[in-house]
Antibody
């Protein structure tokens, strides 16, 4: 079945870096755009970034632009989020989500938790 | 950037009654006379968000017909008829017409 599994979360000090991964299965990963969405503790959903199926376009929220980089390896069915210069306000559960032209974000992973704290 | 505003932020509904959530966008979500890029998601306790409604009024696969969406351009509504205990969760609207995508603040549905 269609599935995405995130990993790479953890506790990290402010200013440090972390890379999240999202491994997809059950569909043709290389034909789908992919998103990262996050949710701070007790807060709502915040869209973070998107990457086109063929890596030709990437967009970011203003809150992460210049610090985070979305990328993908279609040969490994894997989506990445490189997070640099982390701040306390980046503490959140990070979800990857599949893009569909009609459905928007139609399938979500279970999330991975990032805690930025000294 | 497009701002999405939901009301109410919380509601408590008796089982079997109807729940209604409103969502407004700061810009039209109608894409050049074609589809309207408004989506509804629900996040049940301890779970990831899941798609309910796409393009304003279309139920996603497996979503009961108790859920219905309506609206146009900047004003949208999600209705849940005959609310059940399993409907408890946070409901979000989201615009997908331009980046950055944006969500409403979320509406917490509780059962009386």
């Amino acid at each position: 079945q269609v599935q995405m599994v995130e990993s790479g979360g953890g506790v990290v000090q402010p200013g440090r870096s972390l890379r999240l991964s999202c491994v997809a299965s059950g569909f043709t990963f290389s034909s789908r755009g992919m998103h990262w969405v996050r949710q701070a503790p007790g807060k709502g959903l915040e869209w973070v970034a998107v990457i086109w199926y063929d890596d030709t376009n990437k967009y970011y929220s203003d809150s992460v632009k210049g610090r985070f980089t979305i990328s993908r390896d279609n040969s490994q069915n894997t989506l990445y989020l490189q997070m640099n210069s982390l701040r306390a306000e980046d503490t959140a559960v990070y979800y990857c989500a599949r893009h569909d032209h009609f459905y928007g974000m139609d399938v979500w992973g279970q999330g991975t938790t990032v805690t930025v704290s000294s | 950037d497009i701002v999405m505003t939901q009301t109410p932020l919380a509601l408590s509904v008796t089982p079997g009654q109807q729940a209604s959530i409103s969502c407004t966008s700061s810009q039209s979500l109608l894409r050049s006379g074609e589809e309207t890029e408004l989506y509804w998601y629900v996040q049940k306790p301890g779970q990831s968000p899941q798609l309910l409604i796409y393009e304003v009024s279309n139920r996603f696969s497996g979503v009961p017909d108790r859920f219905s969406g309506s609206g146009s351009r900047t004003v949208f509504t999600l209705k849940i008829s005959r609310v059940e205990a399993d409907d408890v969760g946070l409901y979000y609207c989201m615009q997908g017409i331009q980046f950055p995508y944006s969500f409403g603040q979320g509406t917490k549905l509780e059962i009386k």
